[in-house]
């Protein structure tokens, strides 16, 4: 894996220096047509010489790869964290230390460091990319799936061979479910539910991103009363997808059967948090935590929640490591700010766009009333490619991109 292309990552403009002159950001120009060119010694010489380029995050980093283009591994990653000291956004940084990481065999700490530049830069075709390979070799195949799915969403070099490599094994997989999918619809009509279940199995066993089918075959394997078998795709949908109140009350159901009753109460607390009072089921499910509120007094039981969850992080299981460190805060009926700040963290992990889409958002009115358009527009064309569908956050987006191009335009053409 190579370093990324700081150039392309962040542009040379993004190098600010404090007292307005240009003599420093001529010199990191200078820095940058050494490194570019090879010069890797005579870049150094001039960077790590001047006070002003080594307060930059992007000096840092550029040192940082002028020494690792030099075979300086322990020079460089040193750089790469002081980068991300002085700035904690520089996601370049988060990218190199974890290719380095990956270099040494060291998996679970590289895709820590991609996942932390993933949540500055979602869109980094490189890190999606680093990540889908990553976690194809830990055999996470839902998440090396979601992963090269991004990586062929948000490539603009789609000429590469890389590129056409990953297309063709994705759409030869997905031509390969759409042909089961037909043979289900013929067994349908003949009600054979093994045959179906056969071929969900096959679907998701050719491509791994296919939330409708996990959910299809927890309900087949629940009719033929394979608890564990259910509650395992079950969880698959909770754990990767969006679920509803009434995945949460089949997850509870299926655990109490199996006589699993931590989990049991959990789940029943997640689905009464959710369930609209004085319903029914509200009132069902009440008594159900009721009957299980014994779990509460078991130090042990709910012990095992957090230890399990540490586990998880550790194997950058973040979904699973989410689920047991709220399972423990609502066995424990406590807060902790510090297990709170590590679930949220990690649900960025799992999902960043929307997190990245909301900062943007509230950046735009500032740009705005400060008259910064181009900036404004980049924001704007960065929450359109991450989000999707028609949200508030897009809509704005649009209208407020057209009027920084009509206002640009009319400076352009009128001198407004």
């Given at each position: 894996?190579?370093?990324?292309?700081?150039?392309?990552?962040?542009?040379?403009?993004?190098?600010?220096?404090?007292?307005?002159?240009?003599?420093?950001?001529?010199?990191?120009?200078?820095?940058?047509?050494?490194?570019?060119?090879?010069?890797?010694?005579?870049?150094?010489?001039?960077?790590?010489?001047?006070?002003?380029?080594?307060?930059?995050?992007?000096?840092?980093?550029?040192?940082?790869?002028?020494?690792?283009?030099?075979?300086?591994?322990?020079?460089?990653?040193?750089?790469?964290?002081?980068?991300?000291?002085?700035?904690?956004?520089?996601?370049?940084?988060?990218?190199?230390?974890?290719?380095?990481?990956?270099?040494?065999?060291?998996?679970?700490?590289?895709?820590?460091?991609?996942?932390?530049?993933?949540?500055?830069?979602?869109?980094?075709?490189?890190?999606?990319?680093?990540?889908?390979?990553?976690?194809?070799?830990?055999?996470?195949?839902?998440?090396?799936?979601?992963?090269?799915?991004?990586?062929?969403?948000?490539?603009?070099?789609?000429?590469?061979?890389?590129?056409?490599?990953?297309?063709?094994?994705?759409?030869?997989?997905?031509?390969?479910?759409?042909?089961?999918?037909?043979?289900?619809?013929?067994?349908?009509?003949?009600?054979?539910?093994?045959?179906?279940?056969?071929?969900?199995?096959?679907?998701?066993?050719?491509?791994?991103?296919?939330?409708?089918?996990?959910?299809?075959?927890?309900?087949?394997?629940?009719?033929?009363?394979?608890?564990?078998?259910?509650?395992?795709?079950?969880?698959?949908?909770?754990?990767?997808?969006?679920?509803?109140?009434?995945?949460?009350?089949?997850?509870?159901?299926?655990?109490?059967?199996?006589?699993?009753?931590?989990?049991?109460?959990?789940?029943?607390?997640?689905?009464?948090?959710?369930?609209?009072?004085?319903?029914?089921?509200?009132?069902?499910?009440?008594?159900?935590?009721?009957?299980?509120?014994?779990?509460?007094?078991?130090?042990?039981?709910?012990?095992?929640?957090?230890?399990?969850?540490?586990?998880?992080?550790?194997?950058?299981?973040?979904?699973?490591?989410?689920?047991?460190?709220?399972?423990?805060?609502?066995?424990?009926?406590?807060?902790?700010?510090?297990?709170?700040?590590?679930?949220?963290?990690?649900?960025?992990?799992?999902?960043?766009?929307?997190?990245?889409?909301?900062?943007?958002?509230?950046?735009i009115p500032d740009l705005m009333n400060r008259k910064k358009l181009h900036a404004c527009?980049?924001?704007?064309?960065?929450?359109?490619?991450?989000?999707?569908?028609?949200?508030?956050?897009?809509?704005?987006?649009?209208?407020?991109?057209?009027?920084?191009?009509?206002?640009?335009?009319?400076?352009?053409?009128?001198?407004?």
């Amino acid at each position: 894996m190579e370093n990324t292309d700081i150039n392309n990552a962040m542009g040379l403009s993004a190098v600010d220096f404090d007292d307005g002159e240009s003599v420093s950001a001529d010199k990191i120009k200078r820095v940058y047509e050494f490194y570019t060119t090879g010069r890797y010694s005579e870049a150094l010489s001039l960077a790590e010489n001047d006070s002003q380029i080594n307060s930059t995050a992007f000096g840092h980093v550029l040192i940082g790869n002028c020494y690792r283009s030099l075979n300086d591994k322990n020079k460089a990653i040193s750089h790469w964290k002081k980068a991300v000291e002085i700035s904690p956004l520089e996601y370049t940084a988060y990218i190199n230390i974890g290719n380095e990481y990956y270099k040494d065999g060291n998996l679970n700490e590289a895709i820590y460091n991609w996942h932390l530049a993933c949540t500055i830069m979602p869109e980094n075709p490189t890190v999606n990319l680093n990540l889908a390979n990553a976690y194809n070799r830990k055999n996470s195949r839902i998440k090396a799936t979601k992963y090269f799915e991004k990586y062929l969403l948000y490539e603009k070099s789609t000429k590469s061979p890389e590129y056409h490599k990953i297309k063709h094994a994705l759409a030869s997989l997905t031509a390969k479910v759409e042909f089961y999918a037909k043979k289900v619809e013929e067994y349908k009509l003949k009600k054979d539910l093994k045959s179906i279940a056969a071929l969900y199995l096959k679907m998701i066993a050719t491509y791994a991103n296919l939330p409708a089918i996990y959910a299809n075959i927890a309900e087949i394997f629940y009719f033929d009363k394979n608890y564990e078998k259910s509650l395992e795709f079950y969880l698959l949908v909770y754990l990767y997808y969006p679920h509803t109140a009434k995945m949460l009350l089949e997850i509870a159901n299926l655990y109490s059967i199996l006589g699993q009753n931590s989990y049991a109460y959990v789940y029943y607390k997640r689905a009464l948090d959710v369930l609209p009072d004085g319903t029914s089921y509200y009132s069902k499910v009440k008594s159900k935590l009721s009957s299980l509120a014994f779990v509460l007094k078991d130090p042990e039981i709910i012990d095992s929640h957090l230890q399990k969850a540490k586990e998880s992080e550790k194997d950058n299981d973040y979904e699973l490591a989410i689920d047991e460190y709220e399972n423990y805060l609502i066995l424990s009926e406590s807060e902790n700010p510090d297990i709170q700040q590590l679930i949220d963290k990690y649900k960025i992990f799992a999902n960043p766009e929307p997190f990245v889409i909301n900062v943007l958002y509230n950046q735009i009115p500032d740009l705005m009333n400060r008259k910064k358009l181009h900036a404004c527009v980049e924001v704007c064309d960065r929450i359109m490619l991450l989000g999707q569908g028609h949200t508030k956050e897009i809509m704005y987006a649009m209208k407020c991109k057209a009027e920084c191009r009509r206002i640009i335009v009319a400076r352009e053409q009128f001198g407004v």
